[in-house]
T-cell receptor, first 112, second 115 residues
Framework: DAKTTQPTSMDCAEGRAANLPCNHS???????VYWYRQIHSQGPQYIIH???NNETNEMASLIITEDRKSSTLILPHATLRDTAVYYC?????????????FGTGTRLKVLA | DTGVSQNPRHKITKRGQNVTFRCDPI?????LYWYRQTLGQGPEFLTY????????KSRLLSDRFSAERPKGSFSTLEIQRTEQGDSAMYLC?????????????FGSGTQLSVL
């Protein structure tokens, strides 16, 4: 059911930018892309979301391609505490109800 | 804002027993979701409430599973006649529509182990 595909794992050096890709080639015009992360034994935590335009907040930046078939989450200066599983999610709308479909995520390891 | 609270944090039960989990969403959040997560997998959608109305149920939710949200506040998820395959983390999330822009706020989950 997942509408997204992500690499299984990635490593990033501390202090460097972490770029996490996501493919969502079957996304529909009104479906948003959300990113969450999950640290072991905790519930997922919201990071950022977008529809068409690039977005930035205090945690990250989201770059969405013009055709909306893929996106990249950027953590500008990764720290050890950013080690987590990152989920790219498409929010599916059906008659006014919303469903968030998670894939298997990318396990990011930030290395000292 | 005290966050989404889930109880218990851990539950160990024997196969065939019934279990019930509770979720207290963030106050006044009108939407509440239940997800199930097994080791190494992303959370799987189970069901969703808009206030007290259960609007959608996944086909993953067999007849042994039932969820309620009386009065549109806390929610319970009951599993009857548990099976070993029910062992998983059960996550609850809440959202305030439209103000929270669709952001889901998750609890820390209830880890169920069926022996």
């Amino acid at each position: 059911d997942a509408k997204t595909t992500q690499p299984t794992s990635m490593d990033c050096a501390e202090g460097r930018a972490a770029n996490l890709p996501c493919n969502h080639s079957t996304i529909s015009g009104n479906e948003y892309v959300y990113w969450y992360r999950q640290i072991h034994s905790q519930g997922p935590q919201y990071i950022i979301h977008g529809l068409k335009n690039n977005e930035t907040n205090e945690m990250a930046s989201l770059i969405i391609t013009e055709d909306r078939k893929s996106s990249t989450l950027i953590l500008p200066h990764a720290t050890l505490r950013d080690t987590a599983v990152y989920y790219c999610i498409v929010r599916v709308e059906n008659s006014g109800t919303y469903k968030y479909i998670f894939g298997t995520g990318t396990r990011l390891k930030v290395l000292a | 804002d005290t966050g989404v609270s889930q109880n218990p944090r851990h539950k160990i039960t024997k196969r065939g027993q019934n279990v019930t989990f509770r979720c207290d969403p963030i106050s006044e959040h009108n939407r509440l979701y239940w997800y199930r997560q097994t080791l190494g997998q992303g959370p799987e959608f189970l069901t969703y409430f808009q206030n007290e109305a259960q609007l959608e149920k996944s086909r993953l939710l067999s007849d042994r599973f039932s969820a309620e949200r009386p009065k549109g506040s806390f929610s319970t998820l009951e599993i009857q006649r548990t099976e070993q395959g029910d062992s998983a983390m059960y996550l609850c999330a809440s959202s305030l529509v439209p103000l929270s822009q669709g952001k889901l706020f998750f609890g820390s989950g209830t880890q169920l182990s069926v022996l």
